[in-house]
């Protein structure tokens, strides 16, 4: 299975160059036309566990690796590495389901994806040295950093909008360990970040190769290295609703993903590209709601205010996946999708077809929720079901509810609600006096109110040390890389 651009389906590479490179020479991103309607025993998944399901998956999608290859990245990525033996369990929220995906070492739903990451792209160095540059709006960051720390021949800068991340965000990524890491928080927001990293990718890639021998690439999902991992737990939670007789095989299910940059909910496209039975995937936003606009008018525009919001991880106006939608949709035109991405950068907007829009409505539906919503949302999950949630969670079961018609849903939930704690906890009982800001008091006394313990890696963090302090602007980023690069020299 070849790979090429989503701007110019010219000059394809294989999954291990594709990973590596991270993001084409001309911006676009790396994707392959013979997912959708590629043959694929997915019956045959149903009786197989998490680590076999991602075998036969990875076989068929990243189809340079060998078996070997991809048994050990498989066999180093998760052993180990999570808190429940069912790595993504399933559990019930009311009348729908939740896919716990919070159980990896960050108490978030990147560590899916980014326990593997490393593992493949190791696999593709080949003798080469590696910088991972990512930008992140709070989850990728710290997932990316201790996936790759200490990696041999790979050093990994993240970049993270200053004072729009939550506290545990914040300390997680700034405790972060490791001779081969560098973070700094970026004058911005999380837009200004993505466009930072883009720019350097576009501007300084060749001079970074020819001069240092280094070759840039992403742990953002804008990697397909990052986008492939994540197919495997729709697939997991189908066959576990299917085992429990919830479902049998065949019928089809919505599941509403709470996303900001669309990859998440991508990763649900491949999954029912390769054949998984699914009737519609959801895009749940929040008051940031630049995709539910799209998919209501066919208007993209990332000119409007930026909201920050109680479920950080999604306060994006740049959904970068987005594109990868778009190729799929217009039927593979790669000029009409470069088009876009021009008017885009040009314009801050673009208006697609009406042909491409009722594609795109066939297969999503959207819907958002404000902040007061999502609170709403907490507290309805805690008072009528017990049950703790976060607030990027809490977007999902606010559009779940506005949108089911009775057909079994999943949402996925993306973070521990103590990641989140103070948000959810005054959502809950209202503040505690004096503990604005202290992220450690909201987590104990949430646990304490609900009995739950927080994650260890969560509640480790106060002791900590803090390593990383650098604020940069976002004219200075390529300086940050530039000085980061000595950490593989």
């Known amino acids: 299975m070849l790979y090429h651009s989503t701007r110019n389906s010219s000059d394809p590479v294989g999954s291990k160059e594709a990973i590596l490179k991270g993001l084409c020479a001309d911006g676009g991103l790396f994707l392959s036309d013979d997912i959708v309607g590629a043959e694929f025993d997915m019956r045959s998944l149903m009786d197989k566990s998490y680590e076999e399901i991602a075998l036969s998956v990875f076989s068929k999608l990243l189809s340079d690796y060998s078996e070997e290859e991809l048994k050990d990245c498989i066999s180093k990525a998760y052993a180990g590495k999570f808190e429940t033996d069912e790595l993504t369990p399933v559990t019930e929220l009311g ?3 939740l896919l716990e995906l919070y159980h990896g070492p ?3 739903f990147k560590d899916m994806a980014l326990c593997m990451l490393p593992q493949l792209m190791s ?6 040295r590696v ?3 990512t930008a992140t709006s709070g989850d990728t960051g710290k997932a990316a950093l201790a996936g790759f720390q200490d990696a041999e021949n790979i050093g990994i800068t993240v970049f993270y909008p200053h004072q729009k991340v939550s506290d545990i965000q914040y300390l997680q990524m700034a405790t972060q360990e490791g001779g081969n890491v560098n973070v700094a928080a970026v004058k911005g927001n999380f837009d200004d970040c993505q466009t930072g990293v883009k720019k350097i990718f576009a501007e300084y890639t060749k001079e970074i190769d020819d001069k240092y021998g280094i070759t840039l690439s992403s742990a953002n999902s804008i990697n397909v290295g990052r986008l492939v991992p994540q197919v495997i737990y729709y697939i997991e939670a189908y066959k576990q609703l299917v085992k429990r007789g919830v479902i049998k095989y065949g019928d089809k299910i919505d599941f509403v993903v709470p996303t900001g940059n669309f990859g998440d909910i991508l990763a649900g496209y491949y999954a029912k590209a390769l054949g998984l039975p699914v009737r519609k995937l959801i895009v749940a936003s929040n008051e940031n709601k630049v995709l539910t606009d799209f998919f209501e008018t ?3 525009d990332k000119n409007r205010e930026f909201v920050k919001t109680i479920s950080p991880s999604m306060d994006i106006l740049v959904s970068s996946n987005l594109e990868r939608m778009l190729y799929y949709a217009s039927g593979c035109d790669a000029d009409y999708v470069a088009g876009l991405m021009e008017s885009l950068s040009t314009n801050g907007r673009f208006e697609v ?7 795109l409505r066939e ?3 959207y819907g958002y929720a404000t902040n007061e919503e999502s609170k709403e949302a907490i507290r309805k999950a805690y008072e009528k079901d017990g049950r703790l949630i976060d607030p990027h969670t809490a977007v999902g079961y606010k559009v779940a509810d506005d949108l089911n018609d009775g057909t079994p849903t999943v949402i996925l939930s993306t973070a521990s609600p103590f990641k989140f704690a103070e948000d959810v906890y005054k959502a809950l009982f209202g503040e505690i006096e004096g503990a604005e800001g202290d992220g450690f008091r909201y987590m ?8 739950e313990k927080a994650p260890k890696p969560l509640a480790e963090l106060r002791s900590k040390e803090i390593r990383h302090r650098a604020v940069v602007d976002k004219e200075k980023m390529s300086d940050f890389v530039f000085d980061s690069l000595s950490c593989l020299k």
């Open 95 to 97: 009348k729908y389901y």
């Open 353 to 359: 077809t009406k042909e491409v829009l009722d594609k």
């Open 363 to 365: 297969i999503f539906g």
């Open 298 to 300: 066919g208007v993209y």
């Open 106 to 108: 960050t108490s978030a």
């Open 131 to 133: 910088m991972i540059l």
């Open 444 to 451: 104990d006394e949430l646990s304490a109110r609900t009995g």
């Open 123 to 128: 696999k593709a160095l080949n003798g080469r």
